[in-house]
């Protein structure tokens, strides 16, 4: 069902909004994990050393040393998240979902919705956020903003940083290996926003979510069959792929993200 009408009041009508954000939104904000055309050029040290083609094959790899580790990752980080300003169709959705009850579930690890001015404590960063970092001992010593670390390696000065508890080196807090700590806050706030919102009017609103973040795609899916007020709208499945039970309350639209967004924000007509 492709009527916009419809979403744009099931919009309107929702006590709660859950959007669920994946690798196509980074993308869309200009993170392309996948994309090899322009990385074997931009980080051609990288590329050449240790056979890589794009910024996933990259962050995969046990580099030399923890300079280089950090040496890639804040240009990296520099480039996509330091330099990142957000597109139109961000700041459409920040619209959309201005006044409202919302939560955002993201595997994007960009830091893309807290510097689009969404509300920090509205947001748990699934596979976490690259602008911090943990540290590597294999034991939870916290997580600290890395965006200075960043800005000594881009000018040049870089040094690695070390964990305050135990010395060990830290690295970019995502799960690149066996010991991730998710944000445990967000994720106890994202679990409570669903459980408050369970008998309410909640629209979840699926921006890009594909194989690469299945926790952010069937889950959300079986809670919407479960709660009869919920609706389901999906950017990126079509309408035969969404649950027979859910199809009165659901769209599957498969259309691109700017698109999607730019029709169910329309006011007028
Ligand atoms: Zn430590």
Redesign the pocket.
């Known amino acids: 069902m492709k009527d916009f009408k419809q979403i744009q009041k099931w919009l309107a009508e929702a006590d709660a909004v859950i959007v669920t954000a994946g690798n196509g939104f980074a993308q869309m904000e200009g993170l392309d994990m996948f994309e090899d055309a322009a990385f074997p050029i931009e980080y051609q040290a990288v590329s050449k050393k240790y056979h890589v083609k794009t910024i996933a094959d990259a962050l995969d790899k046990n580099f030399d040393s923890w300079d280089e580790k950090w040496q890639f990752w804040s240009q990296l980080i520099n480039e996509y998240s330091v330099e990142y300003e957000p597109s139109k169709a961000m700041k459409q959705l920040k619209e959309l979902l201005n006044g409202k009850n919302y939560f955002i579930a993201t595997s994007a690890f960009g830091h893309f919705f807290e510097t689009a001015g969404f509300e920090q404590e509205k947001i748990f960063d699934v596979f976490g956020d690259w602008t911090r970092m943990q540290?590597?001992?294999g034991?939870n010593?916290g997580t600290y903003s890395d965006l200075s670390v960043v800005k000594r390696y881009i000018n040049g000065q870089g040094e690695i940083p070390r964990?305050?508890?135990?010395?060990?080196p830290m690295e970019i807090h995502m799960p690149l290996n066996a010991h991730f700590f998710p944000d445990e806050d967000a994720n106890t706030r994202f679990r409570w926003f669903l459980t408050r919102n369970q008998t309410k009017k909640v629209v979840v609103l699926e921006l890009g979510v594909d194989p690469t973040s299945p926790q952010l795609l069937d889950p959300m899916v079986k809670l919407v069959e479960q709660f009869k007020d919920w609706h389901y709208v999906a950017a990126d499945l079509s309408q035969d792929e969404l649950p027979d039970n859910i199809q009165k309350r659901s769209a599957g639209l498969g259309m691109a993200l700017p698109e999607v967004i730019e029709k169910i924000s329309k006011n007028e007509g």
């Open positions: 540290c590597s001992s034991l010593h964990c305050e508890d135990c010395d060990s």
